[in-house]
């Protein structure tokens, strides 16, 4: 059996958008949310919420997203760990020291061997996370590193977002090594994005790009220190 993973999510569906295959394939698993606390009060609804459903009175959709979550969790046997960071969308400030500082607490909690991160592509606060896990790759040297391509972000631009990021990492003097994307689990990931009924009604359901992008050929890179750097 595969060894379980850390896999780090900047929302509540990008760790399984992302690398459900991925999640499936290491049971128990753990994905550290970093984005998941609930509205202040009085927040009026965001046009986000009002497109995945969840614009009514009464409604906190990271409450109703959290439970998604769980639920997506489990259909591919891994576990969440959420970091009630709040968006941006709601008023949050979300500083790349504040997140790599929870993380770190992340990684002294738990014992997965590989950190699995997101390439951090076009969405700011993916962009955040990503640099956030980038301060903790480089004082890290315990554990394997791997990154994940951004779904649907990857796709942007004809895929312009991924090339420069996979660039960059290159220029910090890291190698990137492509890693097998078997699609044995894909029944398991698709069961999962079943649970995300308000982020799939906001991407315009299935068929429509973003959702389509998720059943594709997950990309995810072995991150390595480049010999003589």
Do not use: N
Not at 67 to 88: C, I, K, M, N, S
């Amino acid at each position: 059996m595969s060894p379980p993973l850390l896999v780090v999510s900047p929302h509540l569906d990008d760790a399984v958008l992302s690398a459900g295959g991925l999640l499936a394939g290491h049971p128990g698993s753990v994905v550290a949310t970093v984005l998941t606390a609930s509205r202040p009060p009085g927040t009026a609804p965001t046009d986000w919420d009002r497109a995945s459903g969840l614009g009514g009175p009464g409604i906190d959709p990271p409450t109703v997203r959290r439970a998604e979550d769980r639920a997506a969790l489990q259909a591919v046997r891994a576990t969440p760990y959420w970091l009630d960071v709040l968006e941006e969308q709601y008023g949050g400030t979300v500083e790349v020291q504040t997140v790599a500082d929870l993380l770190a607490d992340v990684l002294e909690a738990h014992s997965a061997s590989a950190v699995v991160m997101p390439l951090g592509l076009w969405h700011h606060e993916h962009q955040v996370v990503h640099l956030a896990c980038r301060r903790l790759l480089g004082v890290d040297a315990t554990r394997s590193w791997f990154a994940y391509a951004d779904v649907p972000y990857r796709r942007l631009d004809g895929g312009r977002h991924l090339e420069a990021r996979l660039l960059d990492l290159r220029q910090q003097g890291l190698r990137l090594i492509p890693q097998a994307a078997p699609r044995e689990h894909l029944a398991q990931k698709q069961l999962a994005l079943g649970h995300y009924r308000s982020q799939l009604r906001a991407l315009g359901g299935p068929g429509k790009p973003g959702w389509r992008d998720a059943l594709e050929p997950e990309q995810w890179w072995r991150l390595e220190r480049a010999t003589g750097v």
